[in-house]
């Protein structure tokens, strides 16, 4: 199944965009969906009619939804969320006030991506468009699985043992709510559907994210920044939309600003976002509502060519032998060396580029060995491990101290 995010700044147009490429992927044929992962949704809006949490038909080989949080957060967060809630009591939180605590940031976006997982695994679609939330956001829920699998593998053993130990003597004392069982095992289903989501968004081949953007200053900075995000996290960009540009044939003097303005900036785009391609999506003279408005757009933007292809095939990520050492090389764009640290802590490499950061288990092959040197050079980190040098101590032939 060919997986397709979108996502870019609030008001670029990211939905029109998503649902036309649903359109014209269900005109070439690709039983398709088109679901959106947005609290504000507005996808229902788009194709001119009432969406709900269940898939419904739009057209042929189309169907979309507008995920219901509030039953998917019953079906995977109830029962851990029952716990919390009853903590919270204990500690004299008042019930509604709990209620809404239980909830922890993020979850009713990340539940509403754990579809991606029901309908790869069904083998019932050959697409799915996601119309994600602002870009913001949707970097807080990319980046869950990693923090996720640290908690995972080193928080989540200690407590389920120390739930287990300090039951019989906390419940009957204090009468504190203790995790029990099921809890653990609801929070361990969680994580792996969260997992799983996470190798096949990864998964470069069939999965991508794409930028929707305007020609505007701040809209070109923000939209850097999540490419450079993106690619920390291991996610691949294959294309950026740069929505609303005003047409050739628009003469009008009112536009002649708005027009020179575009020029300028989406040159910068070209120089900012090489290689990736750049698709103009041209500033409709109608309002983008319903199937024909969308097919129109569809063949604005995309032309004659399958609007699912991948546009762009990149590595994210890669580790090759050189010699005797190991080089990890990760894309950084837009990112300054000032910008970006590291930290080996044991098997685990973080990397901090800006405000957000990025945890790597590393491969055996380099959990041996040490960093020996981290350059940022053309937009890309390369971080070269190398064999633990040996300390030589004792006595050297001549009895002298060896150094």
Known sequence: MRTILYTGKGGVGKTSVAAATAVRAAELGYRTVVMSTDPAHSLG?????????????????L????????????LYWATVRDWLVALLRWQGVDQIVADELAVLPGMEELVGLLYI?????????????????????????LSFPDVARWYMERIFPIEKRLAAAIAPVMKPILNIPVPDDKVFASMQSLFEEVDKMRRILADPDKSSVRLVMNAEKMVIKETQRTYTYLNLYGYATDVVVCNRIIPERVTDPFFKMWKESQKRYF???????????????????????GVPALKA??????????ATRLYYHGQAQEIRKVNQ?????????????????LLRAGTD???????????????????????AEAKLDDGKLRVTFKRKTPEVTGKSQKGGRKK
């Open 325 to 341: 050492d190991y080089v990890l090389s990760l894309p950084l764009p837009f990112v300054s060396r000032e910008q970006v640290s």
């Open 349 to 371: 490499l973080v990397i901090q580029a800006g405000n957000q950061r990025r945890t790597i288990n590393l491969p055996r092959a380099l959990a041996t060995l040490d960093v």
């Open 45 to 61: 809006d788009s194709l001119d009619m009432q969406l709900s949490g269940e898939l419904k038909p739009v057209m042929p080989n």
């Open 297 to 306: 757009f569809a063949k604005a933007v995309f032309g004659d060519e399958d």
């Open 63 to 74: 169907w979309a939804q507008e995920v219901d949080v509030l039953r998917e957060l019953d």
């Open 267 to 289: 040159g910068m785009i070209e120089e900012a976002f090489s290689p990736l391609p750049i698709l103009r999506a041209p500033l409709m003279d109608q309002e983008i509502v």
């Open 117 to 141: 997982t029901r309908y790869h695994d069904s083998g019932q679609y050959d697409v799915l468009i996601v119309d994600c939330a602002p870009t913001g956001e949707t970097l807080r829920l």
